[in-house]
Nanobody
């Protein structure tokens, strides 16, 4: 199974920026799409933040549009999440996700990285 390793989380003040990285153990074209989810403190589910398909199409949650940008480095098998103008409500554990081409196969998840935005 593919391994996803995240990095780049941390503590930042409101208005600041962070960049998360997700390195995959194989080619990112092995997946139909890759994306970032987040789980807020005490939350029961992981919510989609943004994703990018193998073809390069992106989508964003309304709450992060204009502030967050997903990108990828194909040669490094890495997906990035650039987060600008961070708000306290962006505080969450961020998870990288890789969705397989076969819909019946399970997605792969990273271990998660904590992002804390102070007011």
């Amino acid at each position: 199974q593919v391994q996803l390793v995240e990095s780049g989380g941390g503590l930042v003040q409101a208005g600041g920026s962070l960049r998360l990285s997700c390195a995959a153990s194989g080619s990112i074209f092995s997946f139909n799409a890759m994306g970032w989810y987040r789980q807020v403190p005490g939350g029961q589910q992981r919510d989609l933040v943004t994703s990018i398909t193998a073809g390069g199409s992106t989508n964003y949650a309304d709450s992060v549009k204009g502030r967050f940008t997903i990108s990828r480095d194909i040669a490094k098998n890495t997906v990035y999440l650039q987060m600008n103008s961070l708000k306290p409500e962006d505080t969450a554990v961020y998870y990288c996700n890789a969705r397989p081409w076969v819909a019946t196969m399970p997605s792969s998840w990273g271990q998660g990285t904590q992002v804390t935005v102070s007011s």
